[in-house]
């Protein structure tokens, strides 16, 4: 099962990370939490990796349609996405939205995700869109 909206741009990482946060705001997300996965890595194990973040992005709107949907899929909240280097290129990572439709098998998420995958992958476009 594929779980991923991913796009490749040729931008440098911080460039990428500051144009996705910008990308989520124009879509209404806000980023909640942030993990630098390459600094808690090398913090707490000395281990060496490609620069890795996490946002946890938010459209509170939503996210509490899903809420009231079903309580338990705060666990699937926020949405994810990643932004990483892949070699000379940057990865931008979204969970696909409609993991929670599969997961749960509940009908009343379904505009849910919809709305979300259509916002996510507005947000997408519009970094390709910008690359160029």
């Known amino acids: ?3 991923d ?3 490749r741009l040729d931008s440098d990482f911080a460039t990428t990370v500051a144009a996705v946060r910008e990308a989520l705001a124009a879509q209404g997300f806000g980023v909640l939490t942030e993990i630098d996965v390459t600094a808690t890595l090398k913090a707490k194990l000395g281990a060496e990796m490609e620069d890795y973040l996490i946002l946890g992005a938010c459209n509170p709107p939503l996210a509490h349609r899903a809420l009231e949907a079903d309580r338990t899929i705060g666990l699937l909240l926020p949405c994810n996405v990643v932004v990483r280097r892949d070699g000379t290129t940057t990865l931008v990572q979204a969970l696909d939205p409609n993991v ?3 997961m749960t098998g509940l009908a009343e998420l379904e505009s849910v995700a919809s709305e979300a995958t259509a916002r996510l992958d507005a947000a997408l476009a519009a970094l390709e869109g910008a690359k160029g």
């Open 5 to 7: 909206r991913t796009i």
């Open 100 to 102: 929670m439709v599969t």
């Open 1 to 3: 099962m594929k779980y």
